[in-house]
């Protein structure tokens, strides 16, 4: 980058070292601005926030209303202790948290999770996360490799799945995620999404039903089907992440009382007005905390669950004035 800076401007004096430096401190710096529903419009550098250390088991999220950082508190922070914020996805195991930040951050974290790396509740949740679904798909165990390497074993049920046949899945579900991708950047969206579904189908093979990669097929699939208006299959779909969502993220996180947003709207959309209430009330515990009250998008979903409340009392009160008029009628008969 600094190179390229350095053919464009073709000054004499420029400091190559000097604009390679800033470049560093600026990708290590920099947060991306978001809009309520955390969608990326833009980069900004904000000399307070970057003070801020991280942890993958954060007291305080980061939010955006429009230009300004806000830190919010997910828990109660005793005077003197230290806010801390994620600078990373922290659904994923301890080494694939460890290598993001050490390939971005360029540090090693110590956190409260990080510390547990190698212990056996470390170990399961990276099985479960990252690892594979055991050969008896009824049973929700997860495997560990077994003492002679030739395969994995279930730690709940005690039945050995194949390395080789692990092996051969994952190897084309590779295959079709390289070509998923030619296939989206072709702009070609109906094979896209039949690619992801049988992507989905081997991943359930494969994967733990609280795979991290299996969410994120989900979570594109969902997408897929929400630019397509095919909303019914959408919510199917959101509501498959959500246990996911559940496990992988703390109670007060925004994806999660995002992904709940998100079911609430279809729920509504498709006339399951109790459902909608449910999936919406939980959103609002969760974003009123991560993103305030005052805000225009907290505001409008507050809204929408008033009006949602409404519907389902007109609803009630109307199917209690039609079953008096019925017994009214069937007494006179």
Wanted: hydrophobic share 35%; aromatic share 8%; charged share 20%.
């Amino acid at each position: 980058m600094a190179s390229l800076v350095n053919l464009i401007l073709q000054w004499p004096e420029i400091n190559m070292k000097e604009i390679a430096e800033n470049f560093s401190k600026f990708a290590c710096n920099a947060h991306t601005i978001c809009d309520g529903e955390l969608r990326p419009l833009g980069t900004g550098l904000y000399p307070v926030i970057s003070i801020i250390n991280h942890s993958c088991l954060p007291n305080s999220v980061l939010v955006f209303e429009g230009r300004l950082a806000v830190v919010r508190a997910v828990q109660h922070i005793t005077q003197g202790a230290e806010v801390l914020i994620s600078y990373i996805d922290t659904a994923g195991s301890t080494m694939t948290r460890q290598k993001a930040l050490t390939e971005q951050y360029l540090f090693t974290c110590t956190c409260p999770r990080c510390i547990k790396a190698g212990q056996s509740d470390d170990i399961q949740e990276s099985a479960i996360l990252e690892g594979y679904q055991c050969k008896d798909y009824q049973c929700n165990g997860f495997l560990l490799r077994s003492s002679d390497g030739k395969g994995f074993i279930c730690q709940r049920c005690g039945v050995v799945r194949d390395k080789e046949e692990i092996r051969k899945i994952a190897s084309e579900v590779k295959s079709m995620l390289d070509t998923v991708l030619m296939s989206s950047s072709a702009g070609n969206h109906q094979e896209t999404f039949f690619m992801y579904q049988k992507i989905e189908t081997l991943q359930r093979k494969l994967c733990h039903p609280f795979s991290i990669s299996l969410m994120q097929t989900c979570e594109k699939l969902l997408e897929i089907l929400m630019e397509q208006q095919n909303w019914r299959e959408a919510l199917a779909y959101c509501r498959l992440t959500i246990p996911v969502y559940q496990r992988v993220y703390p109670g007060f996180h925004p994806l999660l009382g995002l992904q709940y947003y998100t079911c609430g709207k279809l729920e509504w959309f498709l006339g399951d007005t109790d459902g909608a209430i449910e999936s919406l009330t939980r959103a609002v515990d969760i974003l009123k905390i991560t993103h305030g009250t005052n805000t225009p998008f907290i505001k409008d979903l507050l809204l929408k669950l008033e009006e949602a409340r409404a519907e389902a009392s007109y609803k009630l009160s109307s199917k209690d004035e039609y079953q008096g008029l019925s017994y009214t009628s069937l007494r006179h008969s």
